[in-house]
């Protein structure tokens, strides 16, 4: 029998990042901005099904974590823009091969999970 994994242990503290970073909404915001800042009204329109709070949660995670950086510029009304950080960046190009592999894959799996659930 294995031993326990307790809260200190490295696969433990590595799951919560994976939990930011490999959420639905994280990925497609980190891919977005990927592209460039984005505004909010930007990202609020570009991912379907989003609702503001869950844009508005994620952004602020994302900010938290240091992956995405939040900048007001002071208009009227004021203008904030999200943008990835030199560390989102490392980030954004394995985002992207995970979306890419996805779509790629997405008949298949669906296909796979057709042929199981008729079992």
Request: proline fraction near 5%; aromatic fraction near 6%; include cysteine.
């Amino acid at each position: 029998m294995r031993a326990p994994i307790h809260a200190d242990h490295p696969a433990c503290q590595l799951r919560d990042v994976l939990d930011r970073v490999g959420d639905k909404w994280s990925v497609l915001v980190m891919d977005l901005l990927g592209g460039g800042p984005q505004r909010y009204s930007q990202l609020h329109k570009a991912i379907e099904g989003i609702s503001q709070r869950m844009l508005t949660l994620t952004l602020r995670s994302l900010e938290r974590d240091g992956l995405v950086t939040r900048t007001v510029t002071p208009t009227s009304p004021p203008r904030v823009d999200y943008a990835l950080t030199e560390v989102g960046k490392t980030l954004s190009g394995q985002v992207a091969a995970l979306i890419q592999w996805a779509e790629e894959h997405r008949e298949y799996i669906a296909k796979s999970r057709f042929h199981y659930d008729s079992l």
